[in-house]
């Protein structure tokens, strides 16, 4: 016999799990549909090439790869053995769409993308080795009026699936430069300074220290770091949004373009209130993010209740240049769906998705020859807007098979007998019902 | 620079190309659930093991393996370098699903699927190496209920997606084995000969006989076989659905069955004709469907325009045992969906799924300090059910960006200038809208 258990770190979906991710995906697009976004597909396939040399950090190690076929396969066995590969995420292969159909898009385009991507990462209890996220990216528009449309568009969304209390971080990758480079770094040391000044969540300051000192950087200037660090921390927590204070040797651009996202943000705190959700916006200088690929404004939003973060992005106007030859702004926020869709089911939300619709079961014993009457009535009831199944009358089990109808919702029904008559089962079903739900 | 082109085989979407297939997917996904059916979703990727030997015919041969990882390839030099497959379609992890989860479904369980599949084979016009299927299953009803339920609500959903000209063609692989075995063919080379017979619509009678003979059959027998099937053709041709002529050595529960699923179709002729839809299903003793796991009653559906089917099942009776240890009655039914979309492109339909609500367009000079105004008419204009994108006006093309908006839909909008007073453009953009529809 062959083993039914999907493949390592896979899932299969209950019906409803996927009504609960239905819902919430339905309520998403509808709000970014308002933000004049447009839902666009790439394949979930890509040429190695694309994914390999992304800027894509540590993902990269993780692509699934699919071995090449055929005469391809037999000329290999020096070479590579692969030639494809899964996408580890959907903002590599957006920005390989974008240089593909350009001249057909939209200018700027606002994309939607919701789909699975792929990591071979070692499972564990909330991660999975296939797993949906949904972006929403501008691309073609340099204005920090596309960080101030993401952000809104996305809290928007996420209060739309009953969420309420949300912080949104935001940093710029220049800012970030700009502190490395003053307490001593190159720029060429950066990227792994920046990775491990990320995990402070989880080390704290001692934890990031001992582990950059471990990787052979002097511990003075591993001090200075963290120092200025902590320094421009506290003078955040303790000033205005003007940011007028920074005083890095950075682009005043990017210091100016950062303070208007956080203002425009909070002008919507009052109608957000008026709704019932509460969003704090702040400048957070620790904030890191993952990708290489990140060069200016970066973002991420939590909900009061849990630590890690639901959504995050950032501006990548150097990634579609790759693919382009010419540099295209590029800017977006991507949904934890996954997370998300913990929070939801933990909330036990899925309860509150169930369709209102009535639901009727047509049960027909097995003798009766002519249909027509079952069927006519099953398309009448479906044109009314009800759910009807159509099923044999368990003839040895009749008591069980009603049970179990009503636990799973029917509340009208009727049985066809074999002698052409009908019995009415609504009553019965109801009842069953209000037992069952009362755990009787 | 990096190839922009998308893997060999597999495509990009345009929004307007998605706009269709979600029109088309919530019209089929509401017909769908009015018939008590629910959405399920299993992962892409299985377990080879789930994937060969699954009697899939010729599309085990299309599988994309996924080569193994770290220390499992390292081992694995001198024997098989994957362990895992992207699916070929969704009826073989449909049984692995129902065999992992049955305990937690509804019994019987109506599922929904509706997902990418992959097969690596040779691309050409409509053909894609990544494709859609969609389909409808009952699992755990041994009933011809089952049949004339998926046979109905696969005509419904195609009619709801606007196709009006419907012929379903049935019949039933034992009355196949039946023609087979009756024509002298040993049970074991059932397979081949009826793989060559599928081929009729394709190559005619005598290619079917010149490709038989050519694998080795007696040219007698052939002969035999051909005219049998030609006879009962005739005779289906001419008699009337009941099938209480067909003569062959073959379960009379087959045949009434069969009759049972005509007749019961055919009784819904009337309705659909009210709604505008014609539907002819009769009795097809040529027909074959690819899939070696089929036991019982086979089907398709095509429009009077297209030649090929654009829907396709049947029952299968046998394959969920594979993963349970015990047998399972199930039937299912797949739309093509690439195949529905062509129609519907082709038709223009997608200009008719645009959104109808109004478009807007705020566009803001750079020099404007406080974006509030801005962003506060954004939210109402959006909280009003309208489509809103804020974007900076461009200060070197205004004309340009105008009648760019224009073409794309938008007929609302407002410049908001740097001294914080607002110019309405809804009326130029509404007459350059007239004019870009002129083709001026």
Redesign the interface.
């Known amino acids: ?7 390592k770190g ?6 409803g799990q ?2 609960t991710r ?1 819902w919430a995906t339905a309520r998403i697009l509808e709000v970014y ?4 976004f ?10 190695l ?2 994914l390999v ?1 992304a800027q894509g950090g540590e993902n990269e190690k993780l692509i ?4 090449k ?1 055929g005469e391809k396969l037999s000329a290999a066995d020096s070479g590579e ?2 030639d ?1 590969g ?1 996408r580890f995420d959907l903002t590599v292969p957006l920005a ?2 974008y ?3 350009h001249a ?5 385009l ?2 939607i993308q919701i789909g ?1 991507v ?1 990591r ?1 990462d070692q499972p564990q209890k909330g991660r999975y ?2 797993f949906t996220q949904c972006d929403i990216d501008i691309l073609g ?1 340099g ?1 920090p ?1 596309a960080e ?2 993401l952000i ?1 568009a996305t809290v928007d969304a996420l209060a739309e699936v009953t969420l309420r209390s949300f912080t949104v971080r935001v940093n710029d990758r220049r800012i970030l430069m700009a502190l490395v480079t003053a307490a001593g770094f190159a720029e060429a040391e950066a990227g792994t300074v920046l990775v491990t000044l990320d995990k402070m969540d989880k080390v704290g300051v001692s934890g990031v220290q001992r582990e950059l000192v471990g990787r052979g950087f002097p511990a003075e200037r591993v001090s200075a770091f963290l120092t200025s660090v902590a320094e421009i921390e506290k003078r955040a927590m303790a000033n205005e949004a003007d940011l007028g204070w920074v005083d890095l040797r950075v682009d005043r651009g990017a210091v100016t373009a950062l303070a ?1 996202i956080i ?2 943000v909070r ?2 705190q009052a ?1 957000w209130s008026q709704g019932g959700a509460s969003v704090d916006i702040r400048f957070d200088p620790t904030l890191v993010r993952g990708m290489g690929y990140y060069t200016g404004p970066i973002f991420e939003i939590s909900e009061a209740s849990y630590t890690s973060s639901i959504a995050g992005g950032g501006r990548y106007d150097d990634m579609i240049g ?4 010419r540099t295209v702004p590029a800017c977006g926020f991507s949904i934890g769906f996954e997370r998300l869709m913990d929070i939801l089911e933990e909330r036990g939300a899925a309860a509150a998705f169930a ?1 209102a ?1 009535t ?1 009727v079961a047509l049960l ?1 014993d ?1 003798a009766l020859e002519d ?2 009457p079952v ?2 009535e099953a ?1 009448a009831r ?1 044109a009314d ?8 009358r368990h003839a040895k089990n009749a008591g069980r098979q009603i049970f ?1 109808l009503a636990k ?1 919702g029917f509340t009208d029904g009727r049985v066809y007998r074999a002698d052409g008559t009908a019995e009415d089962i609504g009553t019965t079903l109801r009842s069953k019902r209000a037992a069952s739900a009362e755990g009787v």
Do not use: C
């Open positions: 016999m062959t083993s039914a258990i999907p493949a896979m899932r299969d979906l209950l019906p996927v009504a239905d549909a308002s933000y004049g447009t839902r666009i597909e790439t394949p979930a396939v890509e040429n090439s694309v040399g699934f790869k699919i071995l076929r053995l692969a494809l899964l390989r769409y240089a593909h159909l057909s898009l939209p200018q700027p606002r994309a699975p792929w071979a080795r296939q528009l204005s009026l101030i449309e809104r208007t203002r425009s002008a919507d109608t790759r693919f382009l030859g369709s619709r639901k027909v097995e249909l027509t069927l006519t398309r479906r807007g009800a759910v009807v199944i159509v099923e044999p179990q799973d």
